[in-house]
């Protein structure tokens, strides 16, 4: 099955791919959460399916889109509403955009948190921005960060208490048999210094950021 891309209502960031329709073609499934439906409409591209309480999203909505309407007073973001109805989709692989939260930083974090969620449903959630943010754990293995010809910051931290690294190579500053902890950032702002980054680790949960260097 092909990914599915969620558009949440954050700043999208201005890159030209984005702004492509072709872009989006590869998804064999497009949510808007709430005022996410600005950006696709900016994009000029029709979603599958739209969710949210449209607190933020006020105009008239589409008749020919299905949509998922919910209440302000809910448990549930609308970006978490839209992963949940992904994964009830069958989608395993979950592309979030608009997820950063420009100024609303504690809709960055609710959505970090929704990765996470996501993880213990089985599935692969990255939030793709001006950076990329994914998860790791000790099941994936190594997992290998191609720089594909970019320079790029490599940001680890412990999103559980602790998290037990066998290896981080091909950047600046390796570690070797680590034990990295949510109280101490060492992984911010590493750099990837050769094709690739290895990084294995045998314990936890980490959070990785690829980030282009300006």
Known sequence: ??????????????????????????????????????????????????TGDFDSFTEELPTDTEVIASIPEKDD???LMAVKKAIELGYKDI???????????????????TMIYALQQGCDLKIYGESILMVQTADDGEVVYKSRGKSLYMSVFALSESVSI???RGVKYPLEDYLMVQSFPIGVSNEITDEAA??????????????DKK
């Open 1 to 50: 099955m092909r990914k599915c891309a969620i558009i949440a209502g954050g700043d999208m960031p201005d890159k030209e791919q984005y702004k492509s329709c072709e872009y989006w073609e590869r998804f064999g499934c497009i949510i808007c959460a709430d005022s996410g439906y600005y950006t696709a409409q900016k994009i000029g591209i029709k979603p599958d399916i739209i």
């Open 77 to 79: 973001t609308d970006t």
């Open 95 to 113: 592309e979030l955009y608009g997820a950063l939260g420009g100024s609303r930083f504690e809709h960055t974090i609710a959505n970090i948190q």
């Open 166 to 168: 066998d290896y981080l």
């Open 198 to 211: 290895l990084l294995r680790i045998n314990q936890g949960l980490a959070l990785i950021i690829l980030t």
